[in-house]
């Protein structure tokens, strides 16, 4: 068996995310997804279908941001972490978002772990 660590860093979304009066319009969010992926062998093939594509992790953020507001970035976090999961290969996934212009002097997030 072979494992990767496969990383989404610095992923800027504007989205409705939170409860307060002045996060009715959307926000910028900064997500940042890490997944341990399982393969069956070592890789012998240098080609994208011998491993997980990121771009539907990318995209499935992206979707989310786009469909539907969120009131709590854990609820968010779980999406994310659901979508990722999504792919059995996928044995880990660690997601962190980030309001990153809440307040003027400091940005909030979450991040959690899921596992199989």
């Given at each position: 068996m072979a494992e990767f660590t496969t990383i989404l860093d610095g992923l800027e979304v504007m989205m409705r995310l939170g409860i307060h009066p002045h996060?009715?319009?959307?926000?910028r969010v900064v997500v940042a997804v890490e997944m341990t992926v399982a393969y069956p062998?070592?890789?012998g093939e240098?080609?994208?279908e011998e491993v997980l594509?990121?771009?539907?992790?990318?995209e499935g953020i992206l979707a989310l941001a786009a469909d539907r507001p969120f009131a709590l970035q854990e609820t968010?976090?779980?999406?994310?972490?659901a979508l990722c999961l999504g792919d059995a290969r996928v044995?880990?996934?660690?997601?962190?978002?980030?309001k990153a212009d809440v307040y003027?002097?400091?940005r909030v997030g979450c991040e959690i772990v899921r596992e199989r």
């Open positions: 996060e009715v319009a959307p926000q062998a070592p890789l240098d080609a994208i594509d990121y771009d539907f992790v990318r968010l976090c779980e999406a994310i972490a044995r880990r996934v660690k997601v962190r978002t980030v003027p002097d400091a």
